[in-house]
């Protein structure tokens, strides 16, 4: 079980896993060792609710295909133990910001008082401007 939140969890069987060789720098080892992880998962599929599948679905991250699977590539570490951690937490985070619901904003409008500052700061500064001016004698 990969435990989202309090209410969320996956099971083993909707995530599936598979390792590939990682790319960049490494020398022989890169060639040789299949330490990144690709993991696929696939939302219409999964047991999560349809109101938290919709959200995955309509969010904007370009790691979800058109299929509508969550697609991931975990290479930043070199052991594949340490890839495969980083990947499930890279998924947990995808889901727990999509699935959350953003507060509404309330509009708000400045007080009587803040108004009324910015006034007599105007109008002080006006004053100050307008002592520069030249003399009359």
């Given at each position: 079980m990969i435990f989202i939140s309090n209410n969320?969890?996956?099971?083993?069987?909707?995530?599936?896993?598979?390792a590939i060789r990682a790319q960049g720098?490494?020398?022989?080892?890169?060639?040789?060792?299949?330490?990144?992880?690709?993991l696929r998962f696939?939302?219409?599929?999964?047991?999560?609710?349809?109101?938290?599948k919709q959200r995955l679905l309509d969010s904007k991250d370009s790691?979800?295909?058109k299929e509508g699977v969550?697609?991931?590539k975990a290479q930043q570490f070199r052991t594949q133990e340490r890839n495969k951690i980083d990947a499930f937490e890279r998924l947990k985070a995808f889901i727990v910001q999509s699935t959350q619901v953003a507060k509404?904003?309330?509009p708000t409008k400045p007080s009587m008082n803040a108004k009324r500052k910015r006034v007599d700061q105007k109008t002080q500064r006006g004053k100050t401007k307008a002592l520069r001016g030249k003399v009359d004698y």
């Open positions: 969320i969890s996956l099971s083993d069987s909707e995530v599936e896993i598979s720098a490494g020398g022989q080892n890169v060639n040789k060792v299949s330490s990144a992880i690709h696939d939302i219409n599929a999964s047991s999560l609710n349809d109101t938290q790691r979800v295909t969550f697609v991931l509404a904003r309330r």
